[in-house]
C-alpha cells in the first residue's frame, strides 16, 4: 500500500503510509501525520511544541469482505502563541467518533437500499452505530429547516399507537416537505412552529387544514394574514360520519317498529364515491333500494353528493353560488342532521370557497405523507427514539429508499 492510496480508496489526505498488519481476519493499516501541515487547533499557528502522542484506532471502508481500521497516533501539541495544549485535529474523522468519513458515507450510501439491521449485518458493526450515523445526518439536515421562502402550509394531526400518541404535521405544500413534527395535538402541539416560523420572517399567504376549532384559532392568531382553506377530503369525511350516525338512528328506529332492517350492510357503500360504485356486486342497486325505503337517509344521502359537486363548480361564483344553495336545501330539510351541518358550512363558508382562490389548495399532499409516515412507522415496528422517528418524517420527501430499522 502507499501514500497515494490512502487518499483514492479511504479519502485520507494529509498523512504518510507507515504499515500494513493482519490481526484476526481484519487489516490494519498504521499511518503517519504530516507534521508539517500540523497546527494550533485553536489559533491555527504553527509555533508548536510536541506534547506526546495517543494511538487511536478508526473504522474504515472495508478491502473486499475484510474489515479496515487505521491506527493514528494523535499528536498532542502546545502552542507559543495562545499557550493552548490540545491535541491536533484529525483530517479524515471527527474528534469524538471511532469511524473515517469514508465509512460514514458507505452506511449512508448502504441506507439507501437496506435497513438498518442488514446494514449493519453486513459491515459487520452494530445496530447502534448505524442508526446514530443515520440520526446525525438527518439532524444536519432536516432538523431546522428553511422556513424564510414557504408560502403555503397544510397542518393535520397523525395517530401513532399508545406511546407515541399523536403528531402534528406541519408541510410545506410547494416542496411537499415536512416542515415541523410537533408532540400530540391541537394548538398546543404548534407552538414551537409558530416561534420559529415569527424569527423566520416568512410571510404565508395560506394555510390547508381540517375545520377543527384548535386550527382555526391557532392560524388567526399567529399568522393572521393567511387565509385559512378548509380541506374538502376532511369536509365530506365529516359528513360521511354525520350520514353513518343517522343510518344507525333510522335503522334503530324501524328495528323497533319491526320494520325490515334495509339500512343494515350498507356502511362502506355510504363512504365511497358513487362512480366507484361496484355493478358486479349489485352496490349502486342495493343503496337505491334502501333510499327508495326511507326517504330521510335518501335525502341525506343525495344532499352528499350535491355538498361534493361544490368542488368541481368552474369558478368561485359558480361554487359560491351552489354553496349558498345546498346551505339553503340543508336547512329547509325535516332532518336535524342536516340542519345543524348547514350550520356548520355556513360558518366556514369563506374558508370553503378559498378553495378556489388557491388552485386548489388542500391537505391531500399531506394525506399522502401521513400514509407514508404510517408505512415507515409499521415497517419499523415502532421507533425506541421518537426524535430520529421525526428526522425520517422530515426527511420522507426526498426518501425513495428503506430508511427504517
Known sequence: MSTSLLYHAFGIVGYYYQSTCFIAGVI??????????????????????????????FR??????????????????????????????IQFADEHKRYTRSFERLVLDLSKHMTIQAVARHLGVSWDL?????????????????????????????????????????????????????????????????????????RIEAVATDMGPAYISAVRANIPDAASVFDHFHIIKLFNEKLTKLRRDLQREAENG???????????????????LDDTRNERQRLDEASKLNEPFATAYYMKEELRNIWHQPDKTSAQNALDEWVKKAAAADINMLKQFSKTIAARR????????????????????????????????????????????????????????
Open 130 to 202: 448505524v442508526k446514530g450515523i443515520q440520526k446525525d445526518s438527518l439532524n444536519k439536515r432536516y432538523r431546522l429547516p428553511k422556513l424564510a421562502k414557504i408560502k403555503r402550509i397544510a397542518l393535520d394531526e397523525i395517530y401513532q399507537g399508545k406511546k407515541l400518541g399523536y403528531l402534528t404535521i406541519v408541510l410545506d405544500l410547494q416542496r411537499g416537505a415536512v416542515i415541523f413534527v410537533g408532540n400530540g395535538k391541537g394548538a398546543e402541539a404548534l407552538i414551537p412552529f409558530w416561534k420559529r416560523l415569527k424569527r423566520s420572517g416568512a
Open 350 to 405: 369563506s374558508g370553503i370557497l378559498a378553495y378556489f382562490d388557491f388552485n386548489g389548495l388542500s391537505t391531500g399532499p399531506l394525506e399522502g405523507a401521513n400514509n407514508k409516515i404510517k408505512t415507515l412507522h409499521k415497517m419499523a415496528y415502532g421507533f425506541r427514539d421518537v426524535e430520529f422517528f421525526k428526522l425520517k418524517i422530515m426527511a420522507l420527501h426526498e426518501t425513495n429508499y428503506v430508511l427504517v430499522g
Open 28 to 57: 490494519v493499516v498504521a499511518i503517519q501525520a504530516d507534521h508539517w501541515r500540523m497546527r494550533c487547533p485553536v489559533c491555527k499557528s504553527r509555533e508548536i511544541h510536541y506534547r506526546g502522542k495517543l494511538v487511536r484506532r
Open 258 to 276: 319491526l320494520g325490515k332492517p334495509v339500512l343494515k350492510g350498507i356502511r362502506w357503500l355510504l363512504l365511497k364515491n358513487p362512480d366507484n
Open 60 to 89: 474504515t471502508v472495508p478491502i473486499g469482505q475484510k474489515m479496515v481500521f487505521i491506527d493514528l497516533p494523535v499528536q498532542r501539541v502546545e502552542c507559543t502563541r495562545c499557550q493552548a495544549v490540545r491535541q491536533v485535529k
